[in-house]
């Protein structure tokens, strides 16, 4: 079996496939809906944190800033003692812990004390501390947030800066200038209050924006001055410090400045601290302005979709490892008594019928192909007992038949191929049956100097011809003892085979009795082909009187005819499967075909004439069956005074044979006196042909070629026969090349030329196993 | 039937005779062939197959003269045949098989071809 292309490994491999794609499929689907689900919730959960520290931030720094108003809202309308700004100073610092610091700066003009008047009010420490900012080494008339502030005529948040008058930090102030007005209506700067926010705690309010291990929140002034950011040593330098890069530095300008107009702006640019890309997403803050926002990484922030997404990939895979495992435990049970059937049917193809098949179970597609095996198993058993008995039964009849055949072949005088010879005269018969037994039958007798002969044909053929054949043929027998007269002797047999033949067979038949001495011929004829007489070199059906055929009807007559034959006459008296014999075309042999063979055979002894007409029928026929039974019986008066020649010899190979073969052949030729020169020429024929034989024929080394000659004063024919490989020399000899040099020629091929040159007629056939040549020499040339 | 040979040379003109007398058939081809090449070794420039006593003739035998006279000519020699029969004439004929060699009707012609050979060989 092809593992690599069987159904399993198939199925495994395409139901895998098709599992795997699936898996992949709805991973893919899964991993991009799960993208978009988790990017959504990063960016609302990030907004969220952004809202709620930005709100908390500017809750406090409004709170900071509101109440910085107040007190200077209070101061500018009410008239306080310097202790009582001092107190209501402290008051305000200790209610509001949001305020690191602050300070009530009385304008120059309007205190008594020379350096002036600015009480300042800190927390350090968790204690609330005191300092007078007036004087020489702090002198706040000189500071910033005093100056800023008068020079704006309104609030304002001072750009960060370090206090080392109280806290002695990083710290932003926002400064209220308050003006009062005089009797006049003139507007004059009263003092400036303040409220200081340590840098420190905004930075730590902002960290809280922390989203991710490396995101972080930045605050900047509005001068561009980093308030807060990932490292607090960045605190108080200017932004444009921290990039090298132009494209970034340019960025981020656009970036701060949009967000000084209050626009909220989002931009990808390279992380800051570390490697990747990072989002800045930069606001400000409504109270102050100030820029604020936040910058993480996004791969941080997806790095648990890559997560989720090595994950899913993970049991994918095992998923897909498990179907592939289901599916090859499926396959495989399924597709098990598939491949043991395949085994069982090859061994059923190869004729054990005892083989195995799988068990079927359940009632799926295969479990019936199992049960159909089965059954046709035990069909094909039952069907080849059958034919077992129907062969032995066969063969059984044949045996009966061949049996029968040789019975009725023995009914007939010599077993069916009877030669007769007398002096005067010569008769030759042969049935052939068209099946194993027929109806066709020849009877001869010699009583003193009268033959009896008959020829029959039974209706029909084969066991039930047969059957009344035999039943005719022993009346005949009876018959032939006594008959003298055909018509008498045919009425006799007429009736006793019209008694008790209910079935209505029926045989034609020629009864004739022949004086041997007068060569009076009487016959009768019951509906039989009228016999063909050879007389003078011409042939002719005789004319004959007939009776109606035996066994039909009883007191019949039957007409008798008398021929008067002559020296050299020769009858051919044949039943109709002669003349009816029929070839592949359904063209019948007829009476013409017939007697021309006769004719041609005329002067052949009348057993190789015999022989020859049944090879004629033969090779008429072909590959179809013979139609019907066959038979001829030949009668040959001899000539006048002229007794045919007639010799036989077995020759040994060895030393010496073709002088053994020539002189044997000038003996036996001898008494017709051949000239020498014809003498020379069939010896020098014979010889060719037995040493082409001797040397090329395969024989035994003790085999022997035949030989036998036959002569009359017309011509001479010697037949060779040998047991030798079957080689027709006439055709398949390669006849060699006249004129070549000799040393080329093929094996016997001169000798050929030989033959067919110094002989009338040649012939070949393959019969009993041997190779039969004949060559006739005529001693009369006939005129062309 | 027997195959007697003779052989009669002469010296002088190198011409060797071989009167066959009999049959040349397959019993008698393989003698025949041995004396022929006995004959051959000789070297003689003519070798004649005088016939007239030769009665029959087979293919067997043909093929034995046929060789001789290829290999005579092969040699550079002559090989004739003499006084052939009408019937033994008949089968040279049939075979139309006729080796590179003289053939001479009678003794006289053979005598004439002898003369004119020992005049070529005088001039």
New interface residues.
């Given amino acids: 079996m092809n593992r690599g292309r069987s159904i399993t490994t198939r199925l495994i491999a395409l139901l895998t496939l098709c599992a795997a794609v699936i898996i992949g499929v709805g991973m893919l689907v899964d991993f991009h809906l799960s993208r978009k689900a988790l990017l959504a919730s990063l960016q609302r959960e990030s907004d969220e944190t952004i809202r709620s520290v930005i709100v908390d931030m500017e809750q406090w720094l409004e709170g900071v800033k509101s109440s910085t108003l107040l007190l200077a809202r209070v101061i500018q309308q009410r008239e306080y003692s310097e202790s009582g700004l001092e107190q209501i100073l402290r008051d305000s610092v200790e209610v509001n812990p949001d305020i690191l610091g602050a300070a009530i700066a009385l304008a120059p003009d309007q205190t008594s004390t020379e350096l002036g008047f600015a009480p300042y009010y800190f927390r350090k420490g968790g204690q609330l501390h005191y300092n007078s900012l007036a004087g020489s080494e702090h002198n706040y008339q000189q500071q910033a947030w005093f100056l800023d502030a008068v020079s704006a005529g309104g609030p304002l948040w001072v750009e960060p800066y370090y206090d080392a008058a109280g806290a002695e930090v990083l710290m932003t102030t926002y400064a209220v200038p308050v003006y009062r007005e005089d009797p006049a209506g003139r507007r004059f700067l009263y003092a400036v209050v303040t409220a200081d926010v340590a840098l420190a705690e905004l930075h730590d309010n902002l960290q809280r924006l922390g989203l991710g291990r490396s995101g972080f929140g930045i605050l900047l002034s509005r001068s561009g001055v980093i308030l807060s950011g990932r490292n607090p040593a960045n605190i108080m330098r200017h932004y444009s410090d921290k990039f090298s890069s132009e494209q970034d530095l340019a960025t981020w300008q656009g970036m701060f400045d949009a967000a000084l107009q209050g626009q909220v702006v989002s931009q990808q640019l390279s992380c800051i601290d570390g490697p990747g890309q990072c989002v800045m997403r930069l606001g400000s803050l409504q109270s102050t302005g100030w820029p604020v926002g936040v910058m993480y990484s996004e791969d941080e922030m997806t790095a648990p979709l890559r997560k989720f997404q090595l994950k899913t990939g993970l049991i994918g895979f095992f998923t897909l490892l498990l179907m592939a495992a289901a599916v090859i435990i499926v396959t495989r049970r399924l597709t098990r008594p598939l491949s043991a059937l395949a085994l069982a049917s090859d061994r059923i193809a190869q004729g054990d019928l005892e083989a195995p098949l799988p068990v079927a179970s359940g009632n799926d597609e295969v479990a019936r192909l199992i049960q159909s095996f089965a059954a046709m198993k035990r069909d094909l058993k039952s069907y080849i007992a059958d034919l077992e008995a129907a062969t032995a039964r066969r063969s059984r009849l044949e045996g009966e038949l061949s049996a029968a055949r040789d019975i009725q072949m023995a009914m007939l005088p010599p077993g069916g191929d009877a030669v007769m010879p007398d002096e005067n005269c010569q008769l030759w018969a042969r049935v052939l049956p068209a099946r194993s037994v027929g109806g066709d039958l020849y009877y001869y007798q010699r009583r003193g100097r009268v033959l009896f002969i008959a020829v029959g044909d039974v209706s029909d053929k084969g066991v039930p011809a047969a059957l009344f054949m035999a039943r005719a043929i022993s009346l005949i027998q009876q018959l032939a003892v006594t008959a003298d007269n055909p018509g008498v002797a045919m009425a006799t047999l007429n009736d006793a085979l019209a008694s008790g033949n209910d079935n209505c067979m029926f045989v034609t038949l020629f009864l004739g009795v022949l004086n041997l001495d007068s060569l009076e011929l009487q016959y009768g004829s019951a509906g039989h082909t009228a016999p063909s007489l050879l007389r003078g070199g011409a042939i002719n059906s005789l004319v004959q009187a007939q009776g109606p055929a035996m066994g039909l009807a009883s007191k019949l007559s039957f007409p008798v005819n008398s021929l008067q034959l002559q020296p050299g006459d020769r009858l051919a008296v044949f039943t109709d499967g002669v003349d009816e014999a029929f070839n592949q075309e359904v063209e019948m042999f007829g009476l013409g075909r017939c007697n021309e063979t006769l004719l041609a055979s005329r002067t052949l002894p009348p057993a190789i004439a015999g022989a020859d007409l049944f090879e004629r029928l033969a090779t008429f026929a072909g590959s179809r069956p013979q139609s019907d039974d066959i038979g001829l019986v030949l009668l040959d008066i001899a000539g006048n005074g002229e007794t045919p020649l007639k010799a036989g010899g077995e020759f040994s190979r060895g030393p010496g044979l073709t002088s053994r073969v020539e002189k044997w052949l000038h003996e036996e030729l001898a008494p017709l006196a051949l000239p020498d020169e014809v003498l020379g020429e069939l010896s020098l024929v014979v010889e060719e042909i037995v040493s082409n034989v001797d040397k090329y024929a395969g024989l035994h080394k003790d085999a022997s070629i035949a030989l036998s000659a036959q002569a009359n004063k017309r011509e001479v024919e010697i037949e060779i026969r040998d047991a030798g490989l079957a080689f027709n020399p006439l055709e398949e000899a390669q006849r060699a090349n006249l004129g070549a040099p000799i040393e080329n020629a093929e094996i016997g091929g001169m000798g050929v030329h030989l033959i067919t040159a110094l002989t009338d007629r040649q012939s070949y056939r393959r019969g009993d196993g041997c190779n039969i040549l004949r060559i006739t020499k005529l001693l009369i040339k006939q005129p062309d | ?1 027997e195959l007697t040979t003779t052989v009669t040379v002469d010296e002088e003109n190198s011409v060797a005779r071989v009167a066959l007398k009999g ?1 040349l ?3 008698t081809a393989p003698g025949f062939e041995k004396r022929m090449q006995e004959v051959m070794k000789g070297g003689h420039q003519l070798t004649v197959l005088d016939m007239k006593d030769l ?6 035998g ?2 034995v003269i ?2 001789a006279a ?1 290999e005579a000519n092969a040699a550079g020699l002559r090989m004739a045949a003499a006084n052939r029969k ?2 033994i004439d ?2 040279f004929e ?4 006729l ?1 590179d060699m003289a053939v001479f009707a009678n003794e006289q012609e053979l005598d004439d071809y002898l003369d004119a050979m020992q005049e070529a060989a005088r001039e």
């Fill in positions: 039937m049959a058939n397959t019993d009665d029959y003739i087979s293919s067997a043909l093929r046929f060789k290829k009408p019937h008949k089968v049939i075979l139309k098989a080796p």
